[in-house]
């Protein structure tokens, strides 16, 4: 049987095997925002779920579902953008790291595919 390396398909017994053997924790961030009218808004993360799975794949661990929000940049007006402000983004951020480290995770990866400054630099 193959093994799965996203979080969310995972059984406990998978789980606890992923936190014994390289308790690694990828977690895909972007933002629901306009990219142009050739690409998805949803784009951000979904590269960012796609570097995610490379290095789960060659490393071990797992990879959670991508996390589309986020927050700054030029397009939060602009039409299918969802941007958070900086403080309530940060809150949930603390709040599944704090729930990844609790489970036993050791190493957690946030891997952003939204690039305003801002919040490469969050």
Not at 50 to 56: D, G, H, I, P, T
Not at 86 to 115: D, K, N, P, S
């Amino acid at each position: 049987m193959k093994r799965t390396i996203h979080y969310e398909k995972m059984r406990p017994r998978e789980l606890a095997r992923v936190l014994e053997e390289c308790p690694a924790a990828y977690v895909p961030l972007g933002t629901l925002e306009f990219h142009g009218w050739h690409l998805p808004l949803g784009f951000d993360a979904l590269k960012a779920q796609a570097l995610c799975e490379r290095a789960v794949a060659k490393t071990g661990g797992a990879v959670l579902p991508p996390y589309y929000t986020g927050f700054g940049g030029g397009y939060g007006e602009h039409e299918g953008s969802i941007i958070l402000q900086e403080q309530a983004f940060a809150a949930q951020l603390r709040g599944i790291c704090g729930r990844l480290a609790g489970m036993g995770f050791r190493v957690i990866v946030l891997l952003t595919g939204h690039y305003p400054e801002e919040q490469v630099a969050a």
